[in-house]
């Protein structure tokens, strides 16, 4: 009986043109449009250069500018008044002005002084595209150094970036969009399971089955954890094999969190899909938990940097939780038992909403 239950809740959501668009639609148009439109690398940014050396080492350090893909000359000013108008207008990005006396300092051995003039509305990208312009001035220095034959810094930095040699930020964001993805498809399937029941009028059929409270229950989670595992393991593909991100870890620490999570996130599901009457309670319901999971989980800003409350907060949320998992198998190859810290947390959140869930449940039935 409680196999029949089960079937009958694949055919449902199969049937359902909502529970339809939400297996196929979202997970794969979000799963490009993340996986392509959010980045934190910059490229292309543009910027206007104001040359007044108008000289050879002027034109060399333009030319590092020119020739770095992050950045796209758009303007090149001739007069100081230009300056102001360009950021104004937000035509520019930045503005980079080289003194007249840019040779004459560099010849006398002095220190020469170069003014980036930065539009600090957008503070997040103003100051990612100011470490990369720094980082063009020291590659430019050291030139300038050996070209010279002029001592080098006491100090040279190398810089080594471990499980991203690149600081490719769509490793990051990719797998985040693992455990994102995964959450908004199990909550949103499972939301909608009793709810539909309730709205299409055989809610009650359910009622006088030999089927107990508890069989329901499970009869509605087992396809939201099928459902949950299948989603994860088509992003987990495309990850690997679209988006060629490396996989160094071992597929069973992974999946042990994918099961863990998948279970903590279904009984949130069913907690907001026994309280509510429609289809569309479900859906507003899920989506009031999915956003602050989303933002309170480090996907796109760190923990570390959130208020004290609000960091404790975090704790009880899964998705937290799951992003350590996913990205710590993939990038760092963690196994099992170095993850154990995040699956128990996982497995009592899942245990606590699915009695939770059991409970309000039983007195909705009723």
Request: hydrophobic share 55%; aromatic share 12%.
């Amino acid at each position: 009986m409680l196999f029949a239950l089960i079937i009958k809740e694949f055919l449902a959501i199969l049937r359902d043109p909502k529970s339809r668009f939400v297996l196929i639609g979202p997970p794969i148009i979000q799963l490009f449009v993340f996986g392509y439109g959010a980045t934190y690398d910059l490229n292309h940014v543009p910027i206007a250069i104001y040359d007044e050396a108008n000289s050879v080492e002027s034109r060399r350090l333009i030319a590092r500018f020119d020739a770095s893909p992050a950045f796209s000359r758009e303007i090149t000013l001739t007069h100081q008044q230009q300056i102001a108008e360009v950021l104004d207008n937000k035509d520019v990005l930045a503005v980079i002005h080289i003194h007249p006396q840019f040779d004459r300092d560099l010849a006398r051995g002095k220190t020469a002084n170069i003014q980036i003039i930065i539009d600090g509305r957008d503070s997040n990208t103003a100051l990612i595209a100011l470490n990369y312009m720094q980082t063009i001035l020291a590659k430019y220095n050291l030139a300038m150094a050996q070209r010279h034959h002029t001592p080098l810094p006491a100090a040279r930095l190398q810089i080594r970036a471990w499980f991203n040699p690149n600081l490719n930020s769509q490793w990051f964001i990719v797998t985040g969009i693992i455990g994102l993805l995964t959450l908004v498809v199990t909550v949103l399937v499972t939301a909608l399971s009793v709810a539909r029941e309730r709205e299409q009028g055989t809610f009650d059929q359910l009622l006088v089955t030999p089927l107990t409270p508890f069989q329901i229950l499970v009869g509605k989670a087992v396809p939201g954890l099928v459902v949950g595992l299948l989603e994860a393991s088509f992003i987990i593909f495309m990850a690997v094999f679209w988006f060629n991100i490396p996989f160094v870890g071992h597929l069973s620490a992974l999946y042990l969190g994918i099961f863990l999570f998948v279970f903590s996130v279904i009984g949130i599901g069913l907690m907001i899909s026994s309280i509510c009457v429609t289809q569309q309670q479900g859906l507003l319901g899920a989506f009031l938990f999915i956003v602050p999971a989303v933002i309170l989980s480090g996907f796109a800003t760190p923990i570390a940097n959130m208020p004290p409350l609000v960091q404790d907060l975090t704790l009880i949320n899964p998705l937290r939780y799951f992003l350590i998992i996913v990205r710590g198998v993939f990038l760092e190859g963690l196994p099992a038992e170095v993850l154990f810290n995040q699956y128990w947390p996982l497995a009592i959140i899942g245990l606590l909403t699915l009695s939770l869930a059991a409970w309000l449940f039983r007195h909705r039935m009723y």
